[in-house]
């Protein structure tokens, strides 16, 4: 049973920075994506960043290019975000699918943690 975990949220004044995990167990393909989303209240959800496991392609939202990295280390992935914004205030959420290209295209992600909680405010 495929199970993600995320961790590392938290509040954060303007400017901060925080670094999400997503921790996956019962995953045993070496083809896969991790994908981080996120969804403020009133929002539709949303994609932030992406990493292939076999091409270490990576893809970020234009909201967050630039201030926002996204990494992986084994079976855990991190999002590193800098320069923190009001607007970034959401639940950030790690899916996964199996794969080699780096989308993101919510439905296609198959397994989803439960999400993490961000909140940017002074």
């Known amino acids: 049973q495929v199970q993600l975990a995320e961790s590392g949220g938290g509040l954060v004044q303007p400017g901060g920075s925080l670094r999400l995990s997503c921790a996956a167990s019962?995953?045993?393909?070496?083809?896969?994506?991790r994908g981080w989303f996120r969804q403020a209240p009133g929002k539709e959800r949303e994609g932030v960043s992406c990493?292939?496991?076999?091409?270490?392609n990576t893809y970020y939202a234009d909201s967050v290019k630039g201030r926002f990295t996204i990494s992986r280390d084994k079976n855990t992935v991190y999002l590193q975000m800098n320069g923190l914004k009001p607007e970034d205030t959401a639940v950030y959420y790690c899916?996964?699918?199996?794969?080699?290209?780096?989308?993101?295209?919510?439905?296609?992600?198959?397994?989803w943690g439960q999400g993490t909680q961000v909140t940017v405010s002074s």
């Open positions: 899916a996964t699918r199996h794969g080699t290209s780096c989308a993101l295209d919510s439905m296609n992600y198959s397994y």
């Open positions: 019962g995953f045993s393909s070496n083809y896969y994506v």
């Open positions: 990493i292939s496991r076999s091409t270490g």
